[in-house]
């Protein structure tokens, strides 16, 4: 089956979390310099380059507009051979999955999708099947599971030197229970979700992706946020609307959304 070649994780799993790691300056440097970084993986997004390893990405927009592709696209090109694409990486990926609209069957289908595109002799289902290795998913059910899952991400990502990718598909994960109990915002607590995840994994050398639904905030959601990227939607046509903090740009990119993300030229 393929999805036996994927690590799903669930919280009755996660009994290793009570274990803290340490981890040598030797284990350090032969994690780093064996790091594929994940830089080109989207040329069209990113035409002034990047993302760069611990770099953080927003992904936005309003909560009508399905925004969970976009995550999807960035897991497969993280997790495809690169020797077929070079905006495939054959790197490792976390999903966190909170809002269970992520399935392992969506992102077999996206990776079908792309591979068709190419002129691959090798056997398509292997190809299928060593990218799956290459994806490791959390499901949270809970604010706590969700928390649990931040502080055990360092263990998992020093234990691997593949992984290049954190993905959470709602920062804002548990915002209503939180709510009734202390009466904080959405904002408040979703950026208390980010600095939890931000400090355990910072210096870990990963490109780290939030998605956060919101229809009405254009500030940074944080300092440490390097990349915003807000989709819109007018009838049947996606725009992303991709700002750069660093470099100070904005482009806009539009995509076709239907098997698989198909982006077009920029618009200027």
Same mark, same amino acid.
């Given at each position: 089956?393929l999805?036996e +070649?994927?690590y799903?994780? +669930?919280?009755?799993n /996660?009994c290793?979390?009570q274990?803290n ?5 030797v284990q350090?440097f032969?994690?780093?310099n ?5 830089? @080109?993986?989207n040329?069209?997004?990113f ?8 770099? %953080?990405?927003?992904?936005? @927009?309003? #909560? ?8 999807i696209d960035? =897991? ?14 054959g ?6 999955n909170?809002?269970? $609209?992520?399935?392992?069957? /969506? ?6 999708? &792309?591979i068709a595109?190419?002129? =691959?002799?090798?056997s398509?289902?292997l ?7 290459n994806? !490791?998913? *959390? ?10 899952? *931040?502080?055990?991400?360092e263990?998992?990502i020093q234990?691997?030197a ?5 993905? !959470?598909?709602?920062i804002s994960?548990?915002?209503w229970? +939180? ?9 408040s607590?979703s950026?208390?979700?980010?600095e939890i ?9 990963v490109?780290?992706i *939030? ?10 959601f944080?300092?440490? %946020? ?12 996606? &725009?992303?609307i %991709? ?7 904005? %482009?806009?990119i #539009?995509f076709?959304?239907k ?6 030229? $920029?618009?200027?």
């Amino acid at each position: 089956m393929l999805t036996e +070649s994927t690590y799903i994780f +669930s919280f009755s799993n /996660k009994c290793a979390m009570q274990h803290n790691r340490i981890e040598s300056g030797v284990q350090l440097f032969s994690r780093v310099n064996r790091k594929t970084y994940l830089e @080109g993986i989207n040329s069209a997004l990113f035409p002034n380059g990047g993302p760069h390893h611990n770099q %953080v990405i927003e992904i936005t @927009g309003a #909560p009508e507009i399905d925004k969970y592709d976009l995550i999807i696209d960035f =897991i497969v090109r993280c997790i495809l051979p690169n020797k077929y694409n070079n905006e495939w990486k054959g790197s490792a990926a976390i999903l966190i999955n909170t809002d269970f $609209q992520i399935s392992l069957l /969506k992102i077999i289908k996206v990776i079908e999708t &792309k591979i068709a595109k190419h002129d =691959i002799k090798e056997s398509k289902r292997l190809i299928i099947e060593n990218a799956l290795k290459n994806l !490791i998913i *959390f499901n949270c059910y809970t604010l706590e599971q969700l928390e649990m899952t *931040f502080y055990y991400l360092e263990n998992v990502i020093q234990s691997n030197a593949n992984i290049c990718l954190v993905a !959470i598909d709602n920062i804002s994960t548990g915002f209503w229970i +939180s709510s009734m109990n202390s009466g904080t915002s959405n904002y408040s607590h979703s950026l208390r979700n980010f600095e939890i995840l931000y400090n355990v994994i910072k210096s870990l050398e990963v490109l780290t992706i *939030f998605l956060k639904h919101d229809k009405t905030t254009k500030k940074r959601f944080s300092s440490k %946020v390097d990349f915003r990227i807000e989709i819109e939607k007018i009838e049947d046509n996606y &725009k992303a609307i %991709v700002t750069s903090y660093e470099n100070q740009s904005v %482009v806009h990119i #539009p995509f076709h959304l239907k098997a698989d993300i198909e982006f077009l030229q $920029q618009i200027s």
